[in-house]
C-alpha cells in the first residue's frame, strides 16, 4: 500500500530486484514491441500514416491545453498569445489528421532538416570537448546524423511515404530489444538469488 514519509523508499537494487518474479511478463512485453517493429517494416505506409495520426492527435491535445492556460492567462497579450497558440496547434492537428500523406511530407522534411541541424551542432561541440574527454563518438554520431537527414532532405519529397513508418519500426525494434534483455537480466538475476 502506501509508504508513510519515516519509512526508507527501497533502492533502486531492490525495487529491480522485486521485479525478478516478473521477468516473463516483460521480456513477453519487449517480444511484443519487437513483432510491432517488423510488422511496422513491412507495413510502412501504414506506420507512416499511424504515425502522422498520433502526432496530430497529440498536437491538438496541445492546442487544447495550450488555449485553456490562455483563460488563466493575467494579461490580454498572455491571453491572446496562448488561444492564438493554441488554435493554430489544433489546426495544425487537424490538419494532419484529415490529410496524412501531405503531413508526413512535411514532417519528413522537418525531420530531415532537424538531423542536419543536429548533426552540425554535434559535429561543432566534438571539436569543443577538452582534450581529456573522446570527441571521436561525438563527432562520429554528429557525422552519421548529418548524412541520414542529408539522406532524408536529398530524397524529399519520394521518401515522405515511408520514413516515419521506417522510424518507428525502428524505435519499436529497438524497444522491444531494450525490454526483451531486461526481462532476461532479472531471470538471470532472479536465479542467483535463488543459487
Do not use: C, H
Not at 519500426?169 to 522491444?176: K, P, S, T, V, W
Amino acid at each position: 500500500m502506501f509508504q508513510s514519509p519515516t519509512q526508507a523508499t527501497p533502492s533502486f537494487a531492490e525495487a529491480v530486484g522485486r521485479l525478478g518474479d516478473r521477468w516473463g511478463m516483460i521480456a513477453a512485453f519487449g517480444v511484443v514491441m519487437l513483432l510491432l517493429g517488423f510488422m511496422a517494416l513491412g507495413l510502412v505506409l501504414s506506420a507512416t500514416i499511424a504515425t502522422v495520426l498520433v502526432i496530430g492527435g497529440f498536437m491538438i491535445a496541445t492546442g487544447v491545453m495550450e488555449i485553456v492556460m490562455g483563460f488563466s492567462a493575467q494579461t490580454w497579450g498572455r491571453f491572446f498569445i496562448w488561444i492564438i497558440a493554441g488554435l493554430l496547434y489544433v489546426a495544425a492537428g487537424v490538419v494532419a489528421i484529415s490529410q496524412p500523406l501531405l503531413a508526413a511530407s512535411i514532417f519528413t522534411l522537418m525531420l530531415g532538416a532537424g538531423l542536419l541541424a543536429t548533426g552540425v551542432v554535434r559535429m561543432v561541440l566534438a571539436f569543443q570537448l577538452p582534450p581529456e574527454q573522446s570527441k571521436w563518438l561525438v563527432l562520429l554520431s554528429g557525422i552519421i546524423t548529418l548524412l541520414v537527414g542529408l539522406a532524408i532532405v536529398e530524397g524529399w519529397p519520394d521518401n515522405s511515404f515511408f520514413i516515419l513508418g521506417v522510424f518507428l519500426a525502428i524505435d519499436l525494434i529497438f524497444y522491444g530489444v531494450g525490454w526483451i534483455s531486461f526481462g532476461l537480466a532479472l531471470r538471470q538475476r532472479r536465479n542467483e538469488a535463488r543459487a
